[in-house]
């Protein structure tokens, strides 16, 4: 036989075992002591199984070393040098996906003046001038048709309702709401209904309907009170902290049928991760806190330098840690970041794109315009159709085609690209002008996290599976 190479993988450990992480697979496996021997005399160089059974045989018969050797082949943890397995090629999905969520930007109009919102910067991609500020009734009844024409035979749809500010735009999401509600009833289907706010906005009549129509709530928040006032401001520069903690202890105290979520957008200037998720998940009593870098070009003062970058990933992983600790003793930890990575690893999640935007996942701009997701609604450039004419199909295609993995040629010798696929497609329009671009600005940071959880994932498979069960 040839001789083997060590295929594509990432080793880890966790809870004292060994792991491989299969890149062409995307399947997690824990290594017998033999396994690993074979791998690390790979390590030294390329060796035929001869050879392998030779240097292992003081500790193994040859026989059991034959048979690790073909278990690993099996899984393409190694493979025959002179049969390298083939470059992945970049093909669209076979089948059509069918639309999941629908994102309506119901208002770009926001009554804050975050320092770092998208819709101010250079990286702003809609001229909000040339699109109605807020969504009207006949939009968002197209909008919910479109969304369940596209969903196909999917039993269930989500809507989520977004900004600017949402709430600034209430009662045509009372209207769109009991539309879709109506609308699936007599289509036999369920609608799941969400909406983002900077709860500047919440009384109590809007949180009774929040409740009474089951619509689940994630709060744009940045932590404690210096930590959110450093940013999210009026017009007038006052903070909002003060004005939205109230709004969101009556919301959390009264809204208990779908988590509420706080979502943190990470600066230069505020990277304390372990203290932002201590007010928000302990104090506030948020079930969950997810945390997201500011998009933004590198020139901007608020900007994630490298140095910030490496401060942003020591709070990861000691957060990490902490959730850790916290499954293995039965308790709930609200850090999503880490939850949400755990899931993928555990099915096996293997993207050729790096979400679902334009594919499970599109977003409507106020006049109706369909773009890849939320960030784009509104973008010429991004538009994929509309509401009330469909999807462009060639331009949905040719979309597809140019943002496959496989087109990424940066991405195709890194372990972490079936978790990544080269990421936000927002993020790197920014940066670099391109949606098809790989945000190459974070590699390390991303296989640096992703290997976190990875070890988080292997202690939790070997300490308490049970865990993992509810990932099924
Ligand atoms: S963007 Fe970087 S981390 Fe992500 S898949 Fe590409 S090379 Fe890997
Ligand atoms: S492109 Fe970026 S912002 Fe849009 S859905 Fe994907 S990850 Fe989210």
Known sequence: MNRL????????????AHFLYLVPSAAVVRLDALSQAVLDSLAEGDRSPLELTDTLSPRWSADDVRGSIDELLGMRAIHS??????????EKPKRRIPLQTLVLNVTSKCNLSCGYCYEYGEDKIVEASTKPRFMNETVAKQSVDF?????????????????????????????????????????????????????????EG?????????????????????????????????????????????????????PVGARVTLTGQNLDVTSIYKHLFHELGFWEVGFAPVTTTWQREYAIEDKGFQQMLG???????????????????????VRDTLEEIHKGMSKAYPCGAGLGLMGVATDGDVALCHRFAGSDEHKLGSVSEGVDRAKQDGY?????????????????????????????????????????????WIRAWTNTCLEVYGTLAERKPEYLAQFD
């Not at 040098?81 to 970049?90: D, G, M, Q, S, T």
């Not at 009833?185 to 906005?201: F, P």
């Open 315 to 337: 709070g990861f992983q000691a957060l990490a840690k902490d959730f850790l600790d916290a499954a293995l003793a039965g308790r709930r930890h609200g850090f999503s970041n």
């Open 400 to 444: 597809l085609d140019r943002h496959h993995i496989a087109a990424k040629t940066d991405c195709a010798t890194c372990w972490a690209r079936p978790l990544c696929a080269g990421g936000c497609y927002h993020e790197a329009h920014t940066r670099y002008g391109s949606t098809a671009e790989p945000n190459l600005h974070y590699c390390e």
């Open 147 to 203: 969304l369940f024409t596209e969903a196909g035979e999917s039993p269930s749809v989500n809507l989520t309702f977004f900004g600017g500010e949402t709430l600034l735009n209430f009662k045509m999401l009372q209207t769109a709401l009991a539309y879709a509600r109506e609308r699936a009833e007599a289509l036999g289907k369920v609608v799941n209904a969400s909406l983002t706010t900077n709860a500047t906005l919440l009384r």
């Open 5 to 16: 190479r060590r295929g594509e993988y990432q080793a880890f450990t966790g809870g004292d």
């Open 81 to 90: 040098v002179a049969a390298p397995p083939p470059k992945p090629i970049a």
């Open 206 to 258: 809007i949180v009774d309907w929040i409740v009474e129509n089951d619509v689940g709530v994630t709060v744009s928040i940045d932590g404690a009170r210096e930590q959110q006032d450093k940013f999210r401001t009026f017009a007038n520069g006052m903070g909002s902290y003060d004005i939205i903690v109230p709004n969101i202890k009556m919301l959390l105290a009264r809204h208990h049928r779908r």
